[in-house]
């Protein structure tokens, strides 16, 4: 099933942790006061931010119930899809990233690694992805229906901005929104947007952004797991600086000696195709919605065995139906005849999705 876990364990697993995502820093719970505002209020503040110039350095922390993965064991695929090492390695222990932001169409990630570093480079439809652990470079050139896409996230380590928008994009009615008390992230006055799920079978129990109170910037994301009180995921801005960073860092380079690989962004109607070779094939199904759907991804042919250099026997039990990867906020499971399963639900429900 090596094929299938890299393709969709980050298709189904990221928008599930991020998209069922309590802002905290070593700063929060410090002293703010802000204007009051209405969760709809803040919510459109949000929504309704422009793009400023900025610069800042993030973390993010999971406490998700996986084991730490080796040094190395990421391969940093970070101008394609991230695959199953990529995924796994950014739901586990703490990593750190700059972030700087020049514009709608300029933007550079920087995640470092104990002893490696990559970076996601956009200058207009320009777009660098490099490692320096094997000092590769991939170079893509957006297209014109691309032009408002920022590309893909570094390594699949994601900035808070980045998850709070998917967050809210995949918000609906079963989600109660309040206003918590107001906070500090890296220095910075920020509302506390709380969200809530109604649903009964979802194993999260409570999430919020911090949000700055002067651009509506999202500064902070955590995820807390049902009946448990310390965040399970978090990623938050430790400093932040409202300012153009230098032009400089937006144009990128790639060093003497590294393998440079031109890849091709298909424009949006044949992204389907281009995926499988035949429009439709594999692609994904939902069933509910909210908090509680399950993401079912059919059966490709291949059987199940270590992908990307992941140890799944490891990582995965073998339960009723296939094997299941568990954590604090999503289940995955991988079932015998091939399909993978996905949500933030218990493993009963995606039993009940497969047996259907």
């Known amino acids: 099933m090596s094929r299938t876990w890299s393709r969709w364990v980050p298709a189904v697993v990221v928008p599930a942790v991020i998209g069922v995502a309590v802002a905290a820093t070593a700063q929060t719970g410090a002293s703010a006061h802000l204007p009051d505002k209405s969760p709809a209020e803040v919510l459109a503040m949000m929504g309704g931010?422009?793009?400023?110039p900025f610069s800042g350095t993030y973390r993010q922390t999971s406490h998700l119930g996986l084991p730490a993965l080796p040094e190395g064991t990421s391969s940093g695929s970070a101008a394609g899809d991230p695959n199953a090492a990529d995924v796994l390695a950014m739901l586990t222990g703490t990593h750190t990233g700059r972030v700087f932001v020049g514009g709608p169409t300029t933007a550079r990630v920087?995640?470092?690694?104990?002893?490696?570093?990559?970076?996601?480079?956009?200058n207009g439809a320009d777009v660098w992805a490099y490692d320096s652990a094997d000092n590769t470079a991939t170079h893509l050139t957006l297209p014109a229906d691309h032009a408002s896409s920022a590309g893909p996230t570094a390594g699949g380590t994601p900035t808070p901005e980045e998850l709070a928008d998917r967050l809210v994009k995949a918000m609906g009615p079963s989600t109660n929104l309040t206003v918590g008390q107001d906070t500090?992230?890296?220095?910075?006055?920020?509302?506390?947007?709380?969200?809530?799920?109604?649903?009964?079978?979802?194993l999260v129990g409570s999430v919020a952004i911090a949000v700055d109170g002067e651009t509506g910037l999202p500064l902070g994301v955590t995820v807390r797991a049902h009946g448990q009180k310390a965040p399970a995921f978090e990623v938050t801005y430790t400093s932040l600086e409202v300012a153009a960073p230098d032009p400089g860092l937006f144009a990128f380079a790639p060093?003497?000696?590294?393998?440079?690989?031109?890849?091709?962004?298909?424009a949006h109607g044949d992204q389907a195709r281009d995926r499988t070779g035949a429009s439709g094939a594999h692609e994904p199904s939902v069933i509910g919605s909210g908090w509680d759907a399950v993401v079912v991804m059919p059966a490709d042919g291949k059987t199940l065995s270590a992908a990307d250099g992941v140890p799944l026997d490891q990582l995965t039990t073998v339960v009723q139906g296939g094997r299941l990867l568990s954590t604090a906020l999503v289940n995955v499971l991988v079932t015998n005849d091939g399909r993978v399963l996905a949500g933030s639900v218990p493993l009963e429900r995606l039993q009940a999705a497969a047996a259907s």
């Open 184 to 202: 500090e992230v890296a220095g910075r006055a920020a509302y506390d947007l709380v969200l809530t799920p109604r649903a009964a079978q979802t």
């Open 255 to 266: 060093p003497r000696g590294a393998t440079v690989v031109e890849h091709a962004v298909p």
């Open 49 to 52: 931010r422009t793009v400023e």
């Open 110 to 122: 920087q995640v470092m690694d104990s002893f490696a570093e990559r970076d996601l480079v956009r």
